[in-house]
């Protein structure tokens, strides 16, 4: 059982930046590809961002390539997501999310295990 605790969301506006962060503990944290999603109110949840178990590799929704970043540490058990240059349709729930399979195909059927999620506010 793995279990996953985000940090880092808030208030912020248009424009600006934040960093997420979400920690890991419980499980083989380099044997996951990890990943990142968000639910906007009325709004199904949506892949943002994945990263492979090694790092190496990485994958974006088009909506957010070039202004976000995921990245890893298997060290620490944690991965993070930098946003930059946040649009009022970045607003939403924000959570971690572990998968055993690969980060290419990673979705929300395919994931294994989430966090409880933390909010994000981008004011215009």
């Known amino acids: 059982q793995v279990q996953l605790v985000e940090s880092g969301g808030g208030l912020v506006q248009a424009g600006g930046s934040l960093r997420l962060s979400c920690a890991a503990s419980g499980g083989i944290f380099s044997s996951y590809a990890m990943g990142w999603f968000r639910q906007a109110p009325g709004k199904e949840r949506e892949f943002v961002a994945a990263?492979?178990?090694?790092?190496?590799?990485?994958y974006y929704a088009d909506s957010v390539k070039g202004r976000f970043t995921i990245s890893r540490d298997n060290a620490k058990n944690t991965v993070d997501l930098r946003m930059n240059s946040l649009k009022t349709e970045d607003t939403g729930v924000y959570y971690c999310a572990a998968d055993r399979g690969t980060a290419r195909a990673m979705g929300v059927a395919s994931v294994d295990y989430w966090g409880q999620g933390t909010q994000v506010t981008v004011s215009s």
């Open positions: 990263i492979s178990w090694s790092g190496v590799s990485t």
